[in-house]
């Protein structure tokens, strides 16, 4: 377990990014781990919702485009 860079809520599920390159998405009904989202090869430190997608940058200015 890595330290937690951000924190987002969107749609019932709860986004955490950290020092591992990863985002992870948990239900928040029952705060179990639904997705882990692998990509990154730097820290990913911004998340943002818009369309259906998630975007996110991390430390070296790479942005990821996911379809939920």
Do not use: M, P, R
Request: charged letters at 20%; hydrophobic letters at 40%; one cysteine or more.
């Amino acid at each position: 377990t890595e330290v937690v860079l951000y924190l987002k809520i969107h749609d019932g599920k709860l986004y955490s990014s950290s020092f591992d390159n990863t985002i992870k998405v948990w239900n928040c009904s029952d705060d179990q781990l639904v997705a882990t989202l692998e990509g990154h090869t730097n820290f990913v430190h911004f998340l943002h919702f818009q369309n259906g997608k998630l975007y996110s940058q991390d430390l070296g200015s790479v942005i990821k485009i996911w379809k939920l």
